[in-house]
C-alpha cells in the first residue's frame, strides 16, 4: 500500500521558516508529478507548488520568492522549503503525489495526512 508521510510543521514567528517533507512509501513503479497544497480553516485547498519528474515547478504567486518545492527521487521524498513566513501562511499542508502502484497500470493520487503550519504575528 502506497502512502505519504508528512513532517516538519510548527509553530513560527512572523518572518520565520519552515522545511516540511513528505516521504512516500509501499510498493510502486514510479513517481510522477508530486506537489504541495494547503487549506486553512473555512477555505477551499489550494496549491502551493508542485514540481514534475523532471524538476519543472510552478508556484502559487502568493508564495513565489519565498517557498522553494524540490525532490530527492532516490530518497522517495518531496520538500518545500518556507521562508518569510506570514501569519496568512497558516493553514495544514498536504503533500500530493501522482504514484504508479505495482499491480497498477496507471498513476493514482495520493495524499499524505497534512501537517499543520502556523505563523504567529
Known amino acids: 500500500q502506497v502512502q505519504l508521510v508528512e513532517s516538519g510543521g510548527g509553530l513560527v514567528q512572523d518572518g520565520g521558516s519552515l522545511r516540511l517533507s513528505c516521504a512516500a512509501s509501499?510498493?510502486?513503479?514510479?513517481?510522477?508529478?508530486m506537489g504541495w497544497y494547503r487549506q486553512a480553516p473555512g477555505e477551499q485547498r489550494e496549491l502551493v507548488a508542485r514540481i514534475t519528474s523532471g524538476g519543472s515547478t510552478n508556484y502559487a504567486d502568493f508564495v513565489k520568492g519565498r517557498f522553494t518545492i524540490s525532490r530527492v527521487d532516490a530518497k522517495n521524498t518531496l520538500y518545500l522549503q518556507m521562508n518569510s513566513l506570514k501569519p496568512e501562511d497558516t493553514a495544514v499542508y498536504y503533500c500530493?503525489?501522482?504514484?504508479?502502484?505495482?499491480?497498477?497500470?496507471?498513476?493514482?493520487?495520493?495524499w499524505g495526512q497534512g501537517t499543520q503550519v502556523t505563523v504567529s504575528a
Open positions: 509501499g510498493s510502486f513503479f514510479s513517481i510522477n508529478a
Open positions: 500530493n503525489a501522482d504514484i504508479r502502484p505495482t499491480m497498477m497500470r496507471m498513476p493514482l493520487a495520493y
